[in-house]
């Protein structure tokens, strides 16, 4: 699943394989340029159909499902709160990529278009500069005393690598 500006300012995209699985992509501008994660919903038909909120929790923009309500961190990826409280998502695959390398691999992808019925421009940034902003602009729990709130990290099941240290590792 490739991401653009649509995305940037809708923060969901809802994607489906057949009648086999529904796919939820989730993209916070907030959290980072480069944090997106994609989770299995459930079976088409009933699939749990997530919005944005509006909330925010240690910067997270927090999902909620239509059919309870509950509402469901990106970053822990399980409900939070709500009759759905510690029903965790099953994460699927995700690739961060350029666009270019993207349709190398994937020719046939299909795009979210910008023509959405909304008046917006999608070639405006609604979080420019953030992401290379030292500040903060919203609070977040438990701040490291060694690494900045904003230092990029690499997540993977429990795991986490600072990316700074990986390139001078490389070095």
């Known amino acids: 699943m490739a991401l653009n ?22 993209w916070s501008s907030v959290v980072s340029d480069h944090f997106a994660v994609a989770f299995d919903a459930g079976p088409v038909g009933k699939e749990r159909q997530f919005g944005v ?3 925010l929790y ?11 309500e509950s509402l469901w961190s990106q970053l822990l990826m399980q409900a ?9 998502l099953m994460a699927l695959p995700a690739v961060h990529t350029s666009w270019r390398a993207w349709r190398e691999k994937y020719p046939g992808t299909m795009v979210l278009s910008v023509d959405t019925g909304f008046a917006r421009d999608y070639s405006v ?5 953030y992401d290379t902003d030292t500040a903060l602009y919203f609070p977040v729990r438990g701040e490291s005393r060694r690494y900045h709130p904003k ?6 099941e429990g795991e986490r690598w600072v ?3 990986i390139g001078e590792a490389q070095r």
Do not use: C, F
Not at 58 to 68: E, I, K, Q
Not at 125 to 129: E, L, N, Q, S, V
Not at 151 to 156: A, D, H, M, Q, S
């Open 80 to 88: 939070i709160s709500g009759p759905a409280k510690g029903t965790r």
């Open 5 to 26: 500006s649509t995305q940037a300012m809708h923060l969901m995209v809802w994607d489906s394989s057949g009648t086999h699985a529904s796919v939820s992509s989730a």
């Open 53 to 55: 909120s509006g909330l």
């Open 125 to 129: 940034d609604p979080y420019a500069g």
């Open 58 to 68: 240690n910067s997270d923009v927090l999902l909620y499902d239509r059919a309870t």
């Open 151 to 156: 230092e990029r990290v690499l997540g993977v």
């Open 163 to 165: 990316l700074r240290e």
